[in-house]
C-alpha cells in the first residue's frame, strides 16, 4: 500500500480515543428539530450542535463559516480555493422513540459498540470524515485541491438546509454523503406523491386508514349503514379482517403489516384491503374504481397502469397508503417510486388517463426526479477503487427506491457508512456504530480524499 495510506491510517488508529470522545460531545446535544429561532431555523439544538461541530473543526485548524444556522462548513485550505470535493453530513438526529437500554443522548460504549442518538446517522460518519481530514493535514501530506466538509441541520425533515445552501453558494463538483450506504448509491428512484379525491355513496359513514403516505398502512378501518356483511368470503393473506355493530352501523377493521414505501413488497396493505371489502358491500363507485386501480398485493402499479422497470434501478412500486373521507367526499393518498429512466411527467400523464377513467380526481401533491450518477464517471470508479483498497470487499454501484441527503444534487453520490449487512438500529432505540466501523469509515474517507484531492 501507498506509503502515504499507511502514515493517515496509523494516525487514525492511534486518534480513535479522541475521535469517539469528539462524538460525544456531538451525542450529548439533543438535536432534533424544533422550534425555529433567530440563528436557528429548526430550532435550538440542531443550531447548538451544529456550533459545536464547527467548534471542533476550528480546533483542528480547519477554516469554518456558520451559514445562518443552516449549514456550516469547514475547510481543508484557509484560502478562497474553491473546494472541489464535498463531504457532506447532518448534525440533526430523529427523536429518541422508546426502548432504549441506555441514555439516548450520551454515548455509551458497550461490546464494541458506541451507542447514542445520532452515532450511525448521521454524527458518526461526521466525525469519521473530520478525522479522515486531520489525518491528513496534521501527518502534513499536501493536497492540489481543496476540500471542505459541509454540515447540515435538516437532513430528517426535509433538507431545507440545503435547499438555502444552494441558494447561496455552489456544492463542489464532487460530492459524498456518508449518510446512506458501501459501496456507492449512484443511482436514487424518482417519487411522487398522488392524492385522489371522489364523492362517497350515503351508506358510509367513515373510512379511514394509514397515517403517513411512505409506508404500508398497516391499519383501516370504516363504518358503514345497511348493510349485511359477511366477511368469510374475503381472503387477503397476511391481513385479518373483522367487525363490530355499533348501534345501526357495522364497523369493519382491517390490520395489516407496515413496511417502507420504497420496500412495499415486504408489506401487508390494509388500506386497499378495506377497499376492496367496502367496494364489495356497499357497491360505492368511487372505492370500486379506487380498487381496481389499486388491488390488494399488487405493488407494482399494473393496474394503474404505470408498471414498468429500467436496468439501471429495478422496477416502479407503489403503495395506496392513506384514505380518509370529509363531507362525504374520500381522499386517498399514493406514493410512488419510479425508474430512473423515466420522467415525472410520463407517469403522471399514465395516470392522469387512468384516474379519469376511473372517473377519479388526481392531483400531484410532490414530484421528485430521479436521480443519477454514471457508474463509470471517474468520482466513483475512484470511490468504488477506495473501497476496495480498504476493505478488500468488491465494489459495486447500487440502485435505491428511497431519496438520499444528495438526491437534489447535481453528481452528488453517498458513500457509506453502512456496510452490507450492517446492523445499526438506525431511527430506533440502541442506534449504534461499532468501534471497528467507524474507525474503518474514517480511513475509507482519508483514502478517498487523498485520492480524489492529491
Ligand atoms: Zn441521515
Redesign the pocket.
Known amino acids: 500500500m501507498d506509503k502515504i495510506l499507511e502514515q493517515l491510517f496509523s494516525y487514525i488508529d492511534s486518534h480513535t480515543e479522541k475521535m469517539i470522545a469528539d462524538l460525544g460531545r456531538l451525542i450529548r446535544i439533543p438535536s432534533v428539530m424544533g422550534e425555529a429561532e433567530e440563528g436557528a431555523p429548526f430550532g435550538k439544538y440542531p443550531a447548538e450542535a451544529l456550533a459545536e461541530m464547527l467548534k471542533i473543526c476550528e480546533e483542528s485548524g480547519l477554516s469554518v463559516r456558520n451559514i445562518d444556522g443552516y449549514v456550516g462548513t469547514a475547510d481543508f485550505y484557509p484560502t478562497e480555493k474553491i473546494p472541489e470535493l464535498g463531504i457532506l453530513?447532518?448534525m440533526d438526529?430523529v427523536p429518541a422513540g422508546s426502548g432504549w437500554s441506555v441514555p439516548t443522548f450520551e454515548l455509551t460504549e458497550k461490546d464494541g459498540k458506541l451507542l447514542g442518538r445520532g452515532a450511525i446517522?448521521?454524527k458518526g460518519p461526521a466525525v469519521a470524515a473530520l478525522y479522515a481530514v486531520k489525518a491528513i493535514k496534521d501527518s502534513g501530506v499536501k493536497l492540489s485541491k481543496n476540500l471542505r466538509l459541509i454540515f447540515g441541520t435538516n437532513?430528517?425533515n426535509g433538507s431545507a438546509d440545503l435547499a438555502y445552501y444552494r441558494k447561496k453558494e455552489r456544492l463542489p463538483e464532487m460530492l459524498f454523503?456518508p449518510?446512506?450506504s458501501y459501496p456507492v448509491i449512484n443511482t436514487e428512484k424518482g417519487m411522487l406523491r398522488i392524492s385522489y379525491s371522489a364523492k362517497l355513496s350515503d351508506g358510509i359513514v367513515s373510512i379511514c386508514g394509514g397515517s403517513v403516505v411512505n409506508a404500508v398502512p398497516e391499519y383501516a378501518e370504516a363504518v358503514i349503514s345497511g348493510a349485511k356483511v359477511d366477511l368469510n368470503k374475503y381472503n387477503f393473506d397476511g391481513v385479518t379482517l373483522s367487525s363490530e355493530t355499533c348501534g345501526e352501523n357495522i364497523k369493519i377493521t382491517a390490520k395489516g403489516k407496515s413496511a417502507h414505501a420504497s420496500t412495499p413488497e415486504s408489506g401487508q396493505n390494509a388500506v386497499t384491503a378495506l377497499i376492496a371489502v367496502i367496494a364489495d358491500v356497499c357497491g360505492d363507485s368511487a372505492l370500486s374504481a379506487l380498487s381496481e386501480m389499486f388491488p390488494y398485493g399488487e405493488t407494482d402499479g399494473y393496474s394503474a397502469g404505470i408498471k414498468c422497470s429500467d436496468e439501471l434501478s429495478g422496477g416502479l412500486t407503489t403503495v395506496l397508503s392513506v384514505i380518509g373521507a370529509v363531507d362525504g367526499v374520500l381522499e386517498a393518498k399514493q406514493d410512488i417510486r419510479f425508474p430512473a429512466g423515466k420522467t415525472s411527467g410520463e407517469i403522471l400523464a399514465l395516470l392522469k388517463e387512468r384516474s379519469d377513467r376511473a372517473g377519479l380526481e388526481m392531483r400531484a401533491d410532490m414530484i421528485s426526479e430521479p436521480h443519477h450518477v454514471p457508474e463509470d464517471s471517474e468520482f466513483v470508479r475512484k470511490l468504488l477503487s477506495v473501497y476496495e483498497l480498504v476493505t478488500g470487499e468488491n465494489g459495486y454501484c447500487v440502485a435505491i427506491g428511497g431519496g438520499?441527503?444528495v438526491h437534489d444534487t447535481e453528481g452528488g453520490v453517498a458513500f457509506g457508512a453502512e456496510f452490507p449487512g450492517d446492523e445499526n438500529n438506525?431511527h430506533g432505540a440502541d442506534e449504534f456504530i461499532t468501534r471497528e466501523s467507524l474507525v474503518k469509515n474514517a480511513k475509507i474517507f482519508a483514502a478517498a480524499i487523498y485520492t480524489l484531492c492529491k
Request: proline share 0%; no cysteine; net charge negative.
Open positions: 453530513s447532518h438526529v446517522d448521521d437532513e430528517e454523503t449518510d446512506g438520499t441527503y438506525m
